[in-house]
Every structure is written in C-alpha cells, then in structure tokens.
C-alpha cells in the first residue's frame, strides 16, 4: 500500500539529499541489469538465429561483463548511502528532540509523560529508519524505475511496453485501498506499544512495593493481557500487508503473462526479432522488482509511520511564551508583586483566585499552606512556566509578559523538593549554574553550603563522580548542591520549594542555617507547609483553597488566632508527640 505520509517527509529536512541519492543509485543498479538483459539477449538470439560472428559475441559478453560491474557498484554504494541516510537521520532526529524537550517547560513535560518521551527518541528514531533509508528511496525508485525501462523497451516491442508501464505504475495506487485500515492500525499499534514500555517500565520500578503486597501475579496478569492486545495488533497489521502482497502479486504475474502472451503473438508474426523478444522477456520482471521490493518493506515502514505520530506531537508543541515588548514600569515598588491574579489548568476548575501577594526585594517571603491549596502553581507562575489567566505579575514594577523568560529566569531560580543530580562529576553540575565559574567560584559555593569539607575528602576534589544521577550522594549531600548551584547563578530571587521535606533532620538543620545566611544577602521565597521552618519570614502568607487567607509575620499571625495559629499549635503537638517516642 502507499504510505505517503506528510509529517514524516517534513522532518525529512536535513538528510533528504541521502534519500534521494538511494533512489538515483538504485536506477543506475537498474541501468545495469537493463544493458546485461539486452547483451544476454542478443547473444542467446543471435546463436539460436546463427548468426552470431566472434566480433559480435565479444562486443555483446563486454557489455555484460561491464554492466555487471556497473550493478555491483551500484548495490554497494546503495548499501553504503543507506547507512549514511541512518546516521544522519538518527542524528537529525534524536537532535530536534532533544532540542525541543529542553525548551519545554513545566506543563508541556507534565502532558507528554516521559515514557512518551522515551519512546520517541529512541524507539520511534529507530522505527522510522526503516521509512528513511528504504521505503521513501523505494517509492521514488518505483516510479522511475518503469518510466525508464520503457524507454529502454519501447523499440524493442511497444505494446508490450506500454501494457508493462500502465500495470506498474498504478499496482501501488491500487493497493492503496487499504489505507483507510491501514490508518487506523497504526495509531492503536503505537498507543499499545506505549501503554506496554509504560506499564513495563512502571512495574519495574514498582517491584519493591509489589512484592511486599504480593501482587505480581496481578501486575504478570495485566501485563500479559496488554501484551496479548498487542500480539494481536500485529498479526492484524501482518494479515492487512499480506492481503496487499497478494493482490500486487496477483496484478505482476497477470502482467506478465499478459507481456510474454504479447511478444510471442509479435514473435509469430514476425514484428520483432528474437533477440528482441528474450529482452523484453527479461527485463519485463523487472519493472515490478521495485514494487516487490516496497511492499515487503511496507510492513517495518508502517512501525515508522506509526511512531512519527508521537515523534510528531512532541515536535509541534508551541514552546513560544509571548512577549508583549511593553517594558512601561507600573508601580514603585521594588519586588515581585501578584495583582488579582487567577489562574486554571486545562480542564479543570480555578487553582488560583483573585491573588494578591508581594515579594519585596531582600529578605524572606513565605508560602504556605496545606498540599493541593495553590503553593506550586505560584511557584510555576513565579518562573513563568504558567501565565495568569486574569490579573497581572509584574518584577520591579515590570509586566512579567514583557520580559523573556531567559532572561526572568536569570533572576529568579529554584531549588525544588527534589534536586536532580546529573550523572559526571561535581563539578559538571554545578557548572550547568555558571559555565564559566572559576575553581574559587565553585569553592565558595560549596563552602556556603558545607559541602566544601567532604569535597576535601575526595581524591578526586571537584572531579569526584557523584554516580548515576547523583547515586553517590546522600540526600542532603544533593539538596546542598542543588542549593550551590543556585547561588553559583547569581539569581537575585531564590525559590526554596519545599527544600528539605526529602532530608534528614541533621541536613534540615545545617540547610536552614544556610538559608538564613543567605537571606543577608538575596530574596528568598520559602515554600512549605511545615509551619514550624518559616517562623523567621519577614511576611507569611497563607493560602487555601488558591486564596490568600492570612498575612502577615509569624507573631502578627499567631495573634489573628486564625488557620495559621491553628495549624501551628496542630503540628507543635505532632512534633513534640514523635520527639518522645523517638526518645522512648
């Protein structure tokens, strides 16, 4: 069947010179074989006709012997342009993704999933090869090639010529009845195999918790009911592909009966030779050799068509945030100010209403609240991986609309609940804060954090590996450097998300004290819902259920005898009520 599909020829772009190179070689592999046909042709005519001189016979067995030089250079340069045609498509691709997937932000990358992710890059390149280095140069091939051997034949026996080039070249359209089928399949084929890597993938990341409730039987059974699913897709699509052969070879062979029956009815009459009649008859396969061939690759190519789909939907994400170019300063004051701002994800009701809060420049701001009440939103919209809906944002009086978030997010950085410790060295991580930051740099960020006693400890300084995504780290040896990165920025607003929820209570301790240190120096905005870490903001805010509730300094708060003096009091007596069976 056809398989012209239009998004996988856009991102085609940067590697099409290597597909169209496949097509132009194969037509010169076919212009060998048509030269052999024709010499093997006139020497077997010629002897059986008698009249067959050594002058003829030498001219005619060189040509053969030069055009079979001609077809085996031909197929090793077709091999070697599908190679390059790989790399370079799989370089080409997995880059754009790549490329795209950094510029993606927080609601883009919660969307997509990472097993969706996964998939594209690496088996999706994979399986869209097979449509690059083949099927594509194929198709092209499939046409040329019957346009050029009837050229080569018409003088030779015209009707049959034309009989060939009409079969040939409407066999694919023909097949191509079994898109709309073959349409369907491929998009349920993809969504199962992404639904098998995910719940794979989950099951065994999961296997801990599993056995510990002895439900794998459950997880083995479900598995192998997506897997079955699956199966059964597959022999769907190979019965589907089958069904297409068997028609195209249905349409050859009638063809070519059709061709053998027309030249020996011309053979008998004496329109041509036989010389002329052998030729024919041996190139006539040939003009269906390249449908052939596409057709037992069309199965593979339909894994790729299937996978562009995803690659596709990663591809086309809008990751442009606006910016209006209106730099007009609102107000004075000197901070990052919510004015009225509301704020709802796709689908779903307000997360954020009618908020007013202000971040004033130096000192420490608090967030909190309980868990679904709207503190990570505010944080996603203080690094504008969301926009408000309604209301506005502005930094030093400044519309946040009007300023790129390259340059926002030079300003404000975060250090989440969980930092992310990239595999390599101490170094490599924390120079992805500042590129160029100098050894002493690097020092003093470390030692800010105490960390700088235990990279005295390593051999290696700097260059000690931190393992596979920071395994040779502790959990408050990776907070610490998550936090030593953000100072490596520069960032006059420092966002602290729940920064030592993940920690032991040592590490909570020397964290805040670093924190506190740093408050002397840069604007901190604190995110928690432990009460008890936030009692030394210079203004806490409150919010439930996406509303500013309360505000003000802890004592302040505390006297209001609102949620806040509650909640205090609440988690106090959890507190003390854990620190007395520790120490029973």
């Not at 992404?194 to 439900?215: A, C, D, M, Q, V």
Request: overall charge negative; some cysteine; charged content about 25%.
């Amino acid at each position: 069947m056809l398989l012209i599909n239009k998004t996988l020829i856009r991102m085609s772009k940067g590697f099409r010179g290597w597909i169209i190179a496949i097509a132009v070689l194969k037509l010169v592999t076919l212009m060998g074989i048509s030269i052999f046909a024709s010499s093997i042709g006139s020497v077997l005519g010629n002897i059986f006709d008698l009249q067959m001189g050594w002058a003829q016979l030498k001219a005619d067995l060189l040509r053969a012997a030069l055009a079979s030089v001609l077809m085996g250079v031909g197929d090793l340069l077709v091999g070697e342009a599908e190679h390059r045609c790989t790399a370079s498509a799989r370089i080409h691709l997995r880059q754009r993704i790549l490329e795209k997937v950094l510029e993606l932000d927080v609601s883009d990358v919660d969307r997509l999933g990472a097993t969706s992710t996964i998939n594209a890059a690496v088996d999706g390149v994979e399986l869209m090869q097979i449509y690059y280095n083949r099927y594509l140069p194929g198709l092209i091939y499939s046409v040329l090639a019957p346009i050029y051997l009837f050229f080569a034949l018409r003088a030779e026996c015209m009707p049959a010529a034309v009989m060939l080039l009409v079969v040939s070249l409407a066999v694919t359209p023909i097949n191509n009845l079994f898109k709309e089928i073959n349409d369907k399949m491929k998009g349920d084929y993809w969504d199962t195999l992404e639904k098998l890597t995910s719940y794979y993938l989950e099951s065994i990341n999961g296997l801990t918790t599993t056995e510990l409730f002895n439900r794998g039987d459950d997880r083995e059974e479900k598995l192998g009911g997506i897997a079955q699913h699956m199966r059964d897709i597959i022999l769907d699509v190979m019965v589907l592909n089958f069904s297409s052969t068997a028609l195209n070879e249905l349409l050859i062979n009638a063809a070519i009966v059709a061709a053998v029956g027309i030249v020996c009815a011309q053979l008998v009459s004496g329109r041509i030779a036989l010389t002329n009649a052998l030729t024919v008859l041996m190139l006539s396969y040939s003009f269906f050799s390249s449908i052939r061939a596409l057709q037992w690759i069309a199965h593979d190519a339909l894994h790729g068509v299937a996978a562009s789909q995803n690659i596709a939907k990663i591809l086309d994400i809008d990751t442009h945030k606006p910016v209006n170019g209106d730099a007009t300063v609102y107000d004075s004051f000197e901070g990052i100010r919510f004015d009225d701002v509301s704020f709802a994800y796709k689908g779903r009701d307000s997360v954020l209403e009618h908020v007013n809060l202000d971040i004033p420049h130096n000192g420490i701001t608090a967030i909190a609240g309980e868990s679904g009440c709207g503190k990570s939103t505010i944080v996603n919209m203080l690094l504008r991986f969301y926009d408000a809906k309604s209301g506005r944002i502005a930094l030093n009086g400044r519309d946040y609309l009007s300023i790129d978030p390259s340059e926002l997010r030079k300003r404000v950085i975060m250090v989440p609940q969980s930092v992310y410790v990239f595999s390599g060295t101490v170094r490599e991580n924390l120079l992805i804060a500042k590129p160029d930051g100098t050894d002493a740099e690097l020092y003093e960020a470390l030692e800010q954090v105490r960390l700088k006693d235990w990279i005295d400890l390593q051999p290696e300084g700097l260059d000690a590996p931190v393992g596979d995504a920071g395994a040779r780290l502790s959990g408050g040896q990776r907070q610490k450097l998550g936090i030593a990165r953000a100072l490596l920025s520069r960032a006059e607003y420092i966002i602290f998300d729940e920064a030592t929820s993940s920690v032991d209570e040592e590490n909570e301790r020397e964290i805040w004290r670093c924190i506190s240190e740093l408050a002397e120096t840069r604007t901190l905005i604190i995110i928690s819902h432990r009460l008890s870490t936030i009692r030394n903001a210079d203004v806490i805010y409150l919010i439930d259920d996406g509303r500013v509730t309360e505000r003000g300094s802890h004592d302040e708060l505390m006297a209001q005898g609102g949620k806040y003096h509650r909640s205090v009091e609440e988690q106090d007596r959890l507190e003390a009520g854990f620190g007395r069976r520790a120490t029973a």
